[in-house]
């Protein structure tokens, strides 16, 4: 599995409006804050803007707020705004790919990978993620040795 660019940008700068209570911050703000090139965040917060996670808002005391409170907000969310579904196989949802003779055990796999990813990220909300304490079941999966060893 790998977070996209985009995706991790997306978190980084709703934490960093989360930090800030809410906002409004403006782009350079978040940017500068977050070592994210303004220009491609400025696309990312208008598709969360599309998305209804943050509102803009103009003017001298104008930049970009949370849309709802962050413990209203999914990692989920986040990265379903700006990247789509969570788990594709080739473009499609898992349950929407079929395999044939030895590969049909596939299928099962797929899904209990997306389930598996939705068990982080729909439990971690923005709240969590700057606030703290993680999910129990999310620091439960953190303290497994096998957390730490890439493979």
């Known amino acids: 599995m ?3 660019a985009r995706a991790e940008y997306a978190i980084r700068a709703l934490a960093e409006l989360t930090n800030a209570g809410g906002g ?12 994210i090139p303004a220009r491609f965040l400025q696309n990312i917060l208008l598709q969360l803007r599309q998305r209804g996670l943050v509102r803009s808002q103009r003017g001298a005391e104008g930049g970009y707020r949370l849309a ?18 969570l788990a594709a196989i080739r473009g499609e949802r898992p349950e929407s790919v079929h395999y044939q003779g030895s590969a049909i055990p596939l299928e099962d796999v797929w899904l209990a990978l997306r389930v598996s990813m939705r068990h982080v990220v ?11 304490p993680l999910p129990p079941q999310v620091a439960e999966l953190v303290e497994n040795p096998d957390a730490w060893v890439s493979g």
């Open 122 to 132: 729909e439990h971690v909300t923005l709240e969590h993620l700057v606030v703290g």
């Open 2 to 4: 790998e977070i996209s």
């Open 24 to 35: 409004p911050l403006t782009v350079g703000d978040l940017a500068a804050a977050q070592d």
């Open 68 to 85: 709802k409170a962050p413990a209203a907000i999914s990692l989920a969310d986040i990265l379903r705004a700006v990247d789509g579904p």
